[in-house]
């Protein structure tokens, strides 16, 4: 049998492979370790995760993937460095010859795969991750670096993106068309909720401005009588913020904060969670919401509300970017309890009906055997 090799990158993914707590990273960092993880069970498929370098050996076997390590495209250094580092990258991606590249975010290193699919006639397929990747708002605020991802994303020959309206967006800002919508994958797993068990406000992300981590503890102030969870990796580019945000939350006698969390032990935060809390100005599809549903706990969002999903299912609520709607949907569920619990349930069916990798990942699988 003649195997397809398919090669997806994400430099923090290595996370996941090494169980490594230390590399700060993201949901689509998730996202692509669980669709790579999926598609190695296929026998007609051999898998390549390109990750950054962690000091960690050049090739590993890690679940039936072949672990490579590249460069650190993201140390602050000349654009000549870069140039050289993209070089290695380029000539990383020739020495294992991959069938079909996958790429994810707006990463300008994106442009090393279009090179590489462009001169030996192979397939790339792009993930978009964020409003601000589809409405050419990154593009536009970053120069070359913006011109490179365009290029690679113009000439992708599928782009993958996470709901409709994103969809719609790219046929519009990039006037592309070969465009499928493949919603976020998460494993579907049966462990039983006690809805007794809930008792906290939880809110989970890396710290980014904006996500507006600082509303969590105004909201907080407002609700003074519940517990509020905060968990906040921080970052070396925000790392002032992210140290007032900490001691901030610290002073307060009704919020926790955490710094990090491994993500084999999050799912508890969310499964022990009332409500869950969401208050960035903008996302894809947040892997925070999916957590948030198979835990059967409903979602309040300042913004966030990919498809409309949570009026059309009955899984919370959207606050208009408002702060007094946000407060006065909170505390309307938490003095409601059949509500909340009815709206839990419907998380979980969502969810189940929509995001179940089995089901997803098969869809990938058939989208690339079709290129």
Same mark, same amino acid.
């Given at each position: ?55 960690? =050996? ?49 990463? =300008? ?8 699919? !462009? ?104 609700? =003074? ?102 407060? !006065? ?43």
């Amino acid at each position: 049998m003649t195997k397809k090799k398919i090669c997806f990158y994400m430099q923090e993914a290595y996370s996941f492979f090494a169980d490594n707590n230390k590399i700060l990273h993201g949901g689509a960092e998730l996202q692509m370790f669980l669709l790579a993880k999926h598609l190695s069970k296929f026998a007609d498929n051999e898998i390549i995760f390109m990750v950054g370098n962690y000091g960690q =050996p050049k090739s590993q076997k890690i679940e039936n993937i072949n672990v490579v390590r590249t460069v650190n495209i993201y140390l602050k250094k000349s654009f000549f460095f870069k140039a050289i580092t993209a070089l290695k990258m380029l000539y990383l991606i020739i020495k294992h010859k991959p069938d079909v590249v996958i790429t994810t975010t707006f990463n =300008p290193t994106s442009f090393v795969f279009y090179i590489y699919k !462009t001169l030996f006639k192979k397939k790339h397929i792009h993930r978009t991750a964020s409003l601000i990747e589809v409405n050419k708002q990154w593009i536009n605020e970053n120069a070359i670096m913006g011109k490179l991802f365009e290029i690679s994303l113009l000439n992708a020959d599928v782009v993958i993106t996470q709901n409709y309206e994103h969809k719609d967006l790219l046929e519009t800002s990039h006037k592309l068309k070969n465009i499928h919508v493949l919603k976020n994958v998460i494993e579907i797993k049966n462990h039983k909720i006690s809805f007794s068990q809930k008792k906290n406000l939880l809110w989970v992300s890396r710290y980014v401005e904006m996500k507006n981590p600082f509303m969590f503890l105004i909201l907080a102030k407002q609700i =003074p009588d519940y517990n509020f969870i905060m968990i906040c990796p921080n970052s070396q580019k925000d790392i002032q913020r992210w140290t007032q945000l900490k001691e901030e939350a610290t002073k307060m006698k009704n919020v926790t904060f955490i710094d990090k969390v491994e993500h084999k032990y999050i799912q508890k935060y969310f499964d022990d969670a009332l409500i869950f809390i969401n208050t960035s100005d903008y996302e894809g599809f947040p892997n925070t919401f999916l957590q948030a549903a198979i835990a059967e706990t409903p979602i309040v969002s300042l913004v966030v509300n990919p498809d409309n999903f949570l009026n059309t299912y009955n899984c919370g609520y959207a606050c208009e970017n408002k702060f007094d709607i946000l407060l !006065t949907k909170t505390l309307f569920l938490l003095n409601n309890n059949e509500l909340r619990e009815k709206m839990g349930e419907n998380c979980f069916s969502y969810v189940s009906q929509n995001h179940d990798i089995n089901t997803v990942g098969d869809n990938w699988k058939q989208l690339i055997n079709n290129l």
